[in-house]
């Protein structure tokens, strides 16, 4: 089993930053790509930002500029950098790790979730 641990949600004015961080453990062969989803009330679960093992990155629109996405693959810990947010910004932000793991039958590949931490920005 792995378990995603995600810190570093809160309140903060608009205009503020926060950063989040997301450590994997547990039973892990490797990791893939990592990725941060949000979903704020009434809406779907969007990607907010998403970085392979190698370190290519992806953002949705509406974050270009102003997130960065990191990771410390020694760590297994994957990292948000949130800089000028936005009251839209507001939502549970959920960390995801695409894991291989060496079982008896050979070597799988699951996805797991965090538990989501919120951020919240106020106008």
């Known amino acids: 089993q792995v378990q995603l641990v995600e810190s570093g949600g809160g309140l903060v004015q608009a205009g503020g930053s926060l950063r989040l961080s997301c450590a994997a453990s547990?039973?892990?062969?490797?990791?893939?790509?990592m990725g941060w989803y949000r979903q704020a009330p009434g809406k779907q679960r969007e990607l907010v930002a998403a970085?392979?093992?190698?370190?290519?990155?992806n953002y949705a629109d509406s974050v270009k500029g102003r997130f960065t996405i990191s990771r410390d693959n020694a760590k297994n810990t994957v990292y948000l950098q949130m800089n000028s947010l936005k009251p839209e910004d507001t939502a549970v932000y959920y960390c995801?790790?695409?894991?291989?793991?060496?079982?008896?039958?050979?070597?799988?590949?699951?996805?797991?979730w965090g538990q989501g931490t919120q951020v919240t920005v106020s106008s």
């Open positions: 995801n790790a695409d894991v291989n793991q060496m079982t008896a039958r050979g070597l799988t590949n699951n996805d797991y």
């Open positions: 547990g039973s892990i062969f490797s990791i893939n790509a």
């Open positions: 970085i392979t093992s190698g370190g290519n990155t």
